[in-house]
């Protein structure tokens, strides 16, 4: 989306972000939207992927999550990234879409519930080294806020919805 008004400067384009001066005011990123992936297994855990973060300098754990290929639909990412990061396939449910960053950046965020699971594994991408993980999603809250975690705002967002799913049906 354009400036709401006047003139639109691309600063930068990236691989993956480029950067806008909009009426040479507003420094906007723009990027490719993303999805993120609750799990939850029939102990109660959730699926989470610890992996090195670079731009924070901090190893994190996070829902698994990536982004939307050019063509795919937020559900075909949401099961393609599921494949590759853990090696699973299911049946995908939209629990909530955010902005993540919105006042600078114009990346949307899909998070979908899996469920009706079944192996199915994707080769990971190349430049990723992830390590899975399950864990309460009261822990995961715990955790983040209280700083022996680093997590993401997808990954908050996946424990909550697990958090509150769980209240309800008694887990």
Known sequence: MAGMSGKTQVVYQGRIVQLELLDGKWEVVRHADAVAIL??????????????????????????????????????????????????????TLLTRFYSSPGFCDEQLYVFEARNLRESRLPQDEDEEIEIVWMAPQKVLDGLRDGTLVGSASTVTAALYATAHLARTGG
Do not use: F, S, W, Y
């Not at 639909?73 to 995908?92: C, H, I, K, N, V």
């Open 39 to 92: 799990v939850l297994n029939e102990r109660k855990e959730m699926l989470l992927v610890r992996q090195e973060r670079r731009a924070i300098g901090a190893m994190t754990v996070e829902a698994p999550a990536g982004l939307i290929d050019d063509g795919e639909t937020p559900e075909q990412a949401a099961r393609r990234e599921l494949q590759e990061e853990a090696g699973l396939d299911g049946d995908m």
